[in-house]
Structures are given as structure tokens and as C-alpha cells.
């Protein structure tokens, strides 16, 4: 986040200083930028921020029989700790499958429910932003207005078209998918996924592309690229920020998601988050194995969100600070 | 190219009329073919028809493959598609009676497949095909005559038509079909006027999810921007600015399903000793320790609050601490010079600068506060009237199977969205104004 690019001016005579005697201006400047009661102030919102987390770190390493009858600070008075959890968690879980299977379908949920809705999202962004045509700002506003029809809206018809099929008047267009007895059918969850990011998706990347100058696209027009062309090698490349910051977006929410998995996924085919919420046991008397399954859960966004992190904030204010 | 184009479509200006006419006939019996194969009625024996492939035998046969598997077949084959429609747009609209056969060649060839691949039934695959070729007629005549040049309008479709498909199927259609169901009952047999609607305003499930969806959207935007502000501004004076910021950002990147885990050892509430640390604290003042999550009224909405604002500071904070440092630094420079105080700079400074971001955070929370599911149902479950709209909705439809009241609960839920994003669009409308 600190590797974000400021493009902020610099004063001529402040550099000029800066250059002279860079190490005492360095100094003062850090002193003047860091102040004692702000660190202070953070690190007590920062330690807030931490305990919850922290706490249930704690629990994922103790033995279950302590969990359930102790809080997790008495770990400090009488330490015990055990790595069991973890291997209790990958191996047990819900109804139809265990935390490791699952763990798998989020993967296989995940990446092509992000790959799909960024590259048809990033072909209509590129039709927004450098194909004129009539109607082209209203259409643009539907897109992003469509944000408003919550996701809960959509799920039953979109399920029913999914397994029913449309049937106008008896006459059938389209019988529906029958992938009952399928061991691991992520079709419709992908489909589904794809066609919630859309809007956002298509707002974010257009803020971006449409900021690249107009007059790289004309030299290539005039170089003999069409659009096909200048789309994959110019825009995409450019875009690139904003492209990884929606994905980063996306594979979060995806990664993280509950509710349209358990609508749209079959029951061989749930998600972490699926298999993490039933794993607590009918009594909620297996919270141990939450807590070590909420850490398995945990750790992939996080590489995710680290590995591409200079780009998130960069992509996503594009268009949003300007004006 | 401005020049060609004049051009090409001078001569042509008289028959734009003609070439209009001809769209619309076109279109008039693409519809026409439609309802007739609407009165042809029911057929007894349907069965899907298909050309050896489908949509569906690709789910299947992909289905049955290991999940990891799937990945990289799946991400290839869209890749494929993509390569496809991406040389479509490349070299169809180029001049020549080469391209020109190509275009035409898409125009029929894609909307037949496309259709085909979704299996329509037997009687009713002479139509499909014939609205097809008819839909791809129209799409080729209008290219050809378009004002640009042959193959600017097939170029805009190919671009827009994956986009579009996803959204009128799955938002457009289930709005529209969503907001006709709220006015039919249970089974949407039968029309009941605003029944659905009184319902929700009367029933405590229902009015319960209107006031607690209420309350969400109105605290947890400004308090967490506020906090996510604050530490910003904070953590922008602060040393290990890049490691402060990462414990508060962690939350963002925890599911709700995990906050819901890491929580319930917050508010955990037991007869003996307190596991749950909020109750410890109580205990260890010497108070009677709360359930926190039975507590009513509005106790325990406000704890499942806490949960959201507590995974939603962070992004806050992210956003808006990129927009404080694009402030420009002389502005605080002139600022202390005239004698204001850090207090003052940030009020009066600071705040202005970032409008735009703390704009984009707040609606983005409120809409995300509106739509909350996950919370709700992992750590209450709705119960003790801590139900919200998005969780009743899909608390109805799935427990009682009550789709009339659904539907009305997420039509109120979209009349909460809709004024957000009118003054989103406004807003971008200003900003393009002054660009």
C-alpha cells in the first residue's frame, strides 16, 4: 500500500534543499511527518483490530477439551498447545464432504469465476470507452445502475432458468442444465458469480481504460490495428492495474462468499465457506476445529491480496478521485 | 478515417429511410415467428434437440473431472473463446470480399449455434432457428449499412454481446421477474395486489428485517469511514505505517463466515466460566454476564453491526489513506503558515481533499450494509429479531418456500438501493461534465 505511486508536485525549491543536504532533510521531515501520539493512537486502534483474530489464533492451537471450557487468554497462565486441530479440521466437516475437498472446490470455484467476468467485462468496458455509437452514455449508466438488483433478487430466477430451463407457453427454448449425479459441477456457480461481478466490473475497468489517452489508440488505428489488435495488446497491457486490483476484488468476494454457493452448488460441490459454517457440529460443541478451519480458510486470500496488493488501490480509484 | 466515412455515407443519406424500414420489417417478423411458435401450443413429447454438443454435455463431461482439473480446462476453453470473438472483431470489419463473406458467414452461423447449444425442444427448433437467421440477417444488413462502414456495428456487438447476455439473463430478467412475483402469492398462482407488501411492513419477521436493514445502512457507513478516516490520518504520521495498516486490513480479507467463528468467541455467553471475552471483561468488573446475541432490543443487531464495521474499516482505511496522501502537501503547508492546527488541517484540509473517496467508500459500504447476508445468517441465524432484508429474503424462499413475500422483501430492498445509485449516477455525470 506504502508502494503506491504519489503523484503529488514537488515543491522545485524544497527538492532543490533536498538534493543539497538530502540526509538532515530526511531527518527532519520524518520528524515532522511522525508524530509520537499518532503512532500511539494507531497502534491502540490496530491492537482493537487484532484481538478478535488474535484470540481465535490462540484457539486454534489448543486441545479442544481446553477451548471448550476456558477462554483462550488462560493459554498464558497454563500454556498447551497442539497442532491436532489443523488435522482434525482438513479431515472432518459437513454433510457431504470434508474441509480438504472443500478447500479444492473454493479453488476450483474461485479462479475461473474470476478470470470469466474480467475478460467479457474488459470487452465491453473497451466498447464503452473507445467505440462511439448512440446511446452509449445511457446504456453505460443501465450497466452500472443494475448494482441496485440485489444478488438474493436474482437467485431464484436464475436458479429456476438454471434447472427448469425457459418454458414460454408451454414451448420450450431452453430445457435447463441437468447436472444432477455430476460429481463436481461448478457451471452454474461460475455462471452465477460471473454475472454478479458484471456491473462493477465493467464500471471499474471502463473508469480506467477510458483514461488512456486517446491519442495511442488513434496512432494505432492509423498504423492499421483494429480494434481486436489494439484491445489485446495496448489495452489490456495498460490496464493491467486495474485489471489485478478487480481481480484481487473478485477472487475476495468469490473466495469468501456463502450465499450464492449454497444456492447454486451442488452438495458434492461446496465451498470452504459452506463446510467451515456446518463443521461447528450440531452442538457447536467442535468450535476447536473452526477456529484451525478458519485459518485454513484464511490463508489464501491473504497471498493473494499480498501478491498483487500495489496494484488494488491504484485500480480502484481510478475515475473516483478525479473532478 | 473521418473522411471515409463522410464519404461512404453521403450518397447514402436518401436511403437511411429505406435501410430503417427494412430493419423494422425484419424485426416485426422475428417477432411475428416468435408468437407463432408461442400458439403452436405445448407439444406432449417434447425433447431437447441438439447438434452432438451442448452447453450441457460440456458441464457434464467437465463435471466429472477432478476439481483441480477443471481449472485449467475450463480458464483455456474460455481463453479459446475469447481468442475467437477477439480475431472476429480484428477481421471482419475490414474491407474486401473476403471479410465480407466472413461477416456474413458470423452473422448467420453464431446466433444458430448459440441457440443450439442450449437444447431447445423439438417443437420448437424450426423457430429457434428461424429467429436466429433472422436475428442474424437484421444484425448483418444493419452492419452493412451502417453509417460508419460495413463491420462497425458487427465489431460493437461482438464487444458488447457476452457482457449483455449475462446481464439481461441474470440481473434484468430476475428483476423484472421478481418484482412481477411480489404481487402473486406463495405458489404465484394467484394475484394478490399489495398483500406481500403489507405483509412485510406487518409480520415481525418482516418489519423486524425493514428496521434492523435500516439501522445497518445508517450506522455501519459512517462509523466505519469514520474509524477507517482516523486511522489513516493516524497511521499517515505514524512509523510502520505499511505494517499498522495491514492488521487492520486483514479483517477485508476474512470471510464473514470466519469473522462469524472469530466473533462468537467475543460474545460467547455460558452459565460458570465465560469463554467469550466481551462477557470475561463483564465477569471481571464483577457484572452478571449478557447473551449478547438474545439481547433485545437492537443489543444484538448492534453486536452483529460491530462484526460487518469491524471487516469493513479496513477497506476504508485502505482507500482513503491513498486518496490523503494525493492531497497536495503545500495546501497543509499553507495551512500552517495561516496558523491552523492539526485538528483544523484535517477538517479543513484533509476532509475537502478526499471528498471524491470518502464518497466512493460510503456508498460502497451502505450498499454493501443493505445487501448483508452472510452475517446474519452465520451468527443469529435471524433469530431474536436481528433479521435483515437480505437474509429474510432468502430465509423465506428457502425455509418456507414463500416466494411472494420474498420477492416483496427484496423488492423494498431495491427501493433502499435505488437513491444511492441515482445519486452515484448523478455524481458521475458532474464528473464528466468537469473532465
Known amino acids: ?323 | 478515417m473521418a473522411t471515409v466515412t463522410e464519404q461512404r455515407s453521403t450518397p447514402r443519406r436518401l436511403s437511411r429511410t429505406v435501410t430503417g424500414i427494412i430493419i423494422l420489417v425484419a424485426a416485426v417478423l422475428a417477432v411475428a415467428a416468435f408468437l407463432f411458435m408461442l400458439l403452436g401450443g405445448p407439444s406432449p413429447d417434447a425433447a431437447p434437440t441438439t447438434l452432438g454438443f451442448s452447453l450441457n454435455s460440456f458441464f457434464v463431461w467437465i463435471g466429472g473431472l477432478h476439481p483441480l482439473l477443471q481449472i485449467p480446462i475450463v480458464v483455456v476453453i474460455f481463453g479459446v473463446v475469447v481468442g475467437v470473438i477477439l480475431l472476429l472483431i480484428e477481421y471482419a470489419p475490414r474491407p474486401g470480399p473476403g471479410y465480407f463473406w466472413l461477416r456474413v458467414a458470423a452473422c448467420f452461423v453464431i446466433p444458430v449455434i448459440a441457440f443450439m447449444v442450449l437444447r431447445p425442444y423439438q417443437n420448437s427448433v424450426v423457430y429457434i432457428v428461424g429467429i436466429a437467421l433472422l436475428a442474424g440477417a437484421i444484425l448483418f444488413f444493419a452492419d452493412y449499412r451502417a453509417r460508419e462502414g460495413a463491420g462497425y456495428v458487427f465489431q460493437l456487438i461482438v464487444f458488447l454481446a457476452p457482457a449483455a447476455i449475462l446481464l439481461l439473463t441474470g440481473l434484468v430478467y430476475p428483476a423484472i421477474s421478481t418484482v412481477v412475483q411480489s404481487f402473486f402469492d406463495k405458489t404465484g398462482a394467484n394475484f394478490v395486489w399489495f398483500d406481500n407488501y403489507v405483509w412485510t411492513f406487518t409480520n415481525p419477521y418482516g418489519f423486524w428485517s425493514v428496521i434492523n436493514t435500516v439501522i445497518w445502512a445508517l450506522i455501519a457507513p459512517i462509523v466505519a469511514t469514520s474509524i477507517g478516516l482516523v486511522y489513516a490520518a493516524f497511521v499517515d504520521r505514524a512509523r510502520g505505517e505499511k505494517f499498522l495498516k495491514l492488521w487492520v486490513f486483514m479483517p477485508v480479507a476474512i470471510s464473514f463466515v470466519g469473522a462469524g467463528i472469530i466473533w462468537k468467541f467475543v460474545y460467547d455467553y455460558r452459565q460458570g466460566e465465560q469463554i467469550g471475552l466481551l462477557n470475561a471483561v463483564v465477569t471481571w468488573f464483577g457484572g452478571q454476564p449478557i447473551g449478547w446475541l438474545d439481547a433485545q432490543p437492537l443489543l444484538n443487531t448492534i453486536c452483529l453491526l460491530a462484526v460487518f464495521i469491524w471487516s469493513q474499516t479496513g477497506f476504508a482505511m485502505v482507500i482513503l489513506s491513498a486518496s490523503i496522501k494525493a492531497v497536495p502537501a503545500d495546501q497543509h503547508e499553507a495551512a500552517q503558515l495561516d496558523g491552523a492546527n492539526a485538528l483544523q488541517r484535517f477538517f479543513n484540509v484533509t476532509v475537502p481533499g478526499i471528498r471524491s473517496a470518502l464518497i466512493v467508500v460510503l456508498t460502497t459500504i451502505t450498499i454493501a450494509a443493505l445487501k448483508v447476508y452472510d452475517i446474519v445468517a452465520v451468527m443469529t441465524g435471524g433469530r431474536a429479531n436481528t433479521s435483515v432484508l437480505g437474509f429474510e429474503m432468502v430465509n423465506q424462499q428457502q425455509r418456507f418456500q414463500s416466494y411472494g413475500h420474498s420477492s416483496a422483501l427484496a423488492v423494498v430492498l431495491f427501493l433502499f438501493v435505488l437513491p444511492l445509485i441515482v445519486y452515484n449516477v448523478l455524481q458521475m455525470r458532474k464528473q464528466k461534465e468537469i473532465r
Open chain 1, 1 to 323: 500500500m506504502a508502494t503506491i505511486d504519489i503523484d503529488a508536485p514537488v515543491d522545485t525549491r524544497a527538492a532543490r534543499t533536498a538534493q543539497r543536504n538530502p540526509r538532515k532533510e530526511e531527518r527532519d521531515a520524518r520528524r515532522k511527518l511522525t508524530s509520537r501520539g499518532a503512532t500511539f493512537a494507531a497502534v491502540i486502534i490496530a491492537i482493537f483490530w487484532t484481538i478478535p483474530t488474535f484470540g481465535l489464533f490462540v484457539t486454534s492451537f489448543r486441545p479442544g477439551a481446553d477451548s471448550n471450557t476456558t477462554g483462550w487468554w488462560t493459554v498464558f497462565v497454563n500454556p498447551s498447545f497442539t497442532l491436532q486441530n489443523y488435522f482434525d479440521a482438513l479431515t472432518s466437516g459437513g454433510t457431504a464432504l470434508t474441509l480438504g475437498e472443500s478447500f479444492l472446490n473454493s479453488l476450483a470455484i474461485a479462479i475461473p469465476a474470476t478470470l470469466i467476468p474480467i475478460s467479457i467485462a474488459a470487452l465491453a468496458a473497451y466498447a464503452f470507452a473507445w467505440i462511439p455509437f448512440k446511446g452509449r452514455g445511457i446504456l453505460f449508466v443501465f450497466v452500472f445502475a443494475l448494482q441496485i438488483v440485489p444478488i438474493q433478487m436474482a437467485l431464484v430466477p436464475l436458479l429456476s432458468l438454471f434447472s427448469r430451463g425457459l418454458t414460454i407457453a408451454g414451448v420450450g427454448i431452453f430445457p435447463g442444465f441437468s447436472l444432477r449425479g455430476i460429481d463436481h459441477s461448478f457451471a452454474t456457480v461460475w455462471i452465477a458469480h460471473a454475472i454478479f461481478a458484471m456491473p462493477l466490473a465493467i464500471f471499474l475497468l471502463h473508469n480506467f481504460i477510458s483514461e488512456i489517452p486517446g491519442e495511442l489508440i488513434e496512432a494505432a488505428r492509423v498504423d492499421g490495428a483494429g480494434h481486436g489488435q489494439i484491445f489485446f495488446r495496448m489495452i489490456i497491457p495498460l490496464a493491467m492495474p486495474a485489471i489485478a486490483s478487480f481481480a484481487i476484488f473478485q477472487f475476495l468476494w468469490v473466495w469468501n462468499d456463502l450465499l450464492v454457493a449454497t444456492i447454486f452448488a451442488p452438495s458434492a460441490s461446496l465451498p470452504l465457506t459452506q463446510t467451515l459454517n456446518s463443521l461447528s457440529g450440531t452442538w457447536g460443541d467442535r468450535w476447536y476445529l473452526q477456529s484451525a478451519g478458519t485459518f485454513i480458510s484464511i490463508v489464501v486470500p491473504l497471498i493473494v491480496f499480498f501478491a498483487l496488493q500495489r496494484f488494488f488501490v491504484r485500480g480502484l480509484l481510478a475515475g473516483a478521485t478525479k473532478g
